[in-house]
């Protein structure tokens, strides 16, 4: 079993959407919880981060983890085309791991104007 | 200029050919990782390098070696490449205390026929 799973779509909407991404993981230890952008040709961009538990929010964007299920998720408002990408989960546990990253398989959204 | 360049982008191979990739960042980073993406897997962490004297195995290190010649610079050889190694490379960086950013160079295609 992989330590982050991530539905990996792809998931098509139309412009103006609500857009949920979402992912489950199996690592207790795991503290810190981001989510990067990967426009197509390019490498991953850090788009949000949250550290343990509760919500984070910026403009469209709000990043939502709960502990106690280890599932965390991605919502988008008012979905525009330029948020067509992969979407990936990433984590990772308190200092002492080696600050890795575990990433999940990543999520291909279009939205269509 | 981008602050994490990788070289070649693309790159067609024959099997049990010794292959270099090669990554520069300007980013001032200690910190250097290589990852392998892959379609449903994700990225995932090959080798990382905290300094310049400090390697260390990823996840999927088998069929790799890398070398940090200086701070800014850190290659990956494929000692002889086979075709599962056909796959989307990225090198990235980060600063000593990140806990969750990482800085993602613009990958390089790589095909073993």
Request: proline share 4%.
């Amino acid at each position: 079993q992989k330590e982050v799973e991530q539905d990996p779509g792809p998931l098509s909407v139309p412009e103006g959407a609500i857009v949920s991404l979402n992912c489950t993981y199996s690592n207790s230890a795991f503290q810190y919880f981001m989510w990067y952008r990967q426009y197509s040709r390019k490498g991953p961009e850090l788009l949000m981060y949250t550290y343990s538990s509760g919500n984070k929010e910026d403009g469209r964007f709000t990043a939502q983890v709960d502990k106690s299920s280890k599932y965390i998720s991605l919502f988008i408002r008012d979905s525009q085309p330029s948020d067509s990408a992969t979407y990936l989960c990433a984590m990772s546990a308190r200092a002492g791991s080696a600050r890795q990253l575990t990433f999940g398989s990543g999520t291909q959204l279009t939205v269509l104007p | 200029d981008a602050d994490v360049t990788q070289t070649p982008r693309n790159r067609i191979t024959k099997t049990g050919k010794r292959i270099m990739l090669e990554c520069s960042q300007t980013k001032g980073h200690d910190r250097m990782y290589w990852y392998r993406q892959d379609p449903g897997l994700g990225l995932r962490l090959i080798y990382y390098s905290f300094d310049v004297k400090d390697i260390n195995k990823g996840e999927i290190s088998d069929g790799y070696s890398v070398s940090r010649q200086a701070q800014a610079k850190f290659s990956l050889s494929l000692e002889s490449a086979i075709p599962n190694q056909t796959a989307l490379y990225f090198c990235a960086t980060s600063e000593r205390d990140s806990r969750y950013e990482q800085y993602f160079g613009p990958g390089t295609r790589l095909t073993v026929t």
